[in-house]
């Protein structure tokens, strides 16, 4: 006899989120899916488990726009494989969404991750600004030779804006500027 038992719900994990120096990054580049550089300007939060264990990294960076003030883009983000496909990587990217909206800034994520796509889809704390797209060829071969980035191309990205809730100002001054 075959009996179908639905599995149980998945046990709630406690993670610890703080801002870390960019030196971090060493722990967690390989595993990202674009390339290894990371930006020194960048501001590096990382999740760990109750033990300690650094789970996910998130980097945001200041991004210079000339019709918005106060503008921020995810830089990098990376969960560790074998903590994959629990919703870590991004619940780190929200709550460091979150503390950037609670002191009045805007944030963006653009992703190539198809599960954050569609988990985002779905969550309204995200606002999608621009639906699935490839760069163009050209974007690469100019942007490669003149800065060494890879870029997305061939890639389908979209862009999201965090609209959800603000952390409380004192709390976010705390984990952005530590």
């Known amino acids: 006899e075959f009996l179908w038992k639905r599995p149980s719900r998945r046990p709630p994990i406690e993670l610890e989120i703080s801002r870390v120096h960019y030196s971090a990054w060493r722990l967690f580049r390989q595993y990202h899916y674009l390339d290894t550089s990371f930006n020194k ?10 033990d300690g264990t650094p789970v996910a990294l998130q980097a945001v960076i200041a991004s210079p726009h000339p019709k918005y003030r106060n503008l921020y883009r ?7 494989p074998d903590y994959q496909g629990v919703g870590i990587g991004n ?3 929200t709550y460091v969404a979150s503390a950037y909206r609670g002191l009045g800034n805007r ?27 490839r760069a163009g060829s050209q974007g690469k071969n ?6 060494g980035w890879v870029v997305s191309v061939n890639r389908l990205t979209t862009t999201w804006e965090y609209v959800g809730p603000k952390m409380a100002p004192d709390e976010a001054r705390r984990l952005i500027y530590g």
């Open 142 to 147: 100019s942007q490669t030779r003149k800065t």
């Open 74 to 80: 995810g830089h990098r983000a990376v969960c560790m």
């Open 41 to 50: 300007s960048a501001r590096a939060f990382v999740a760990f488990l109750r």
């Open 91 to 93: 619940a780190l990217i």
């Open 107 to 133: 944030i963006l994520s653009t992703t190539a991750s198809p599960a954050l796509m569609a988990s985002r889809s779905h969550d309204q704390r995200w606002k999608l600004l621009r639906n699935a797209s």
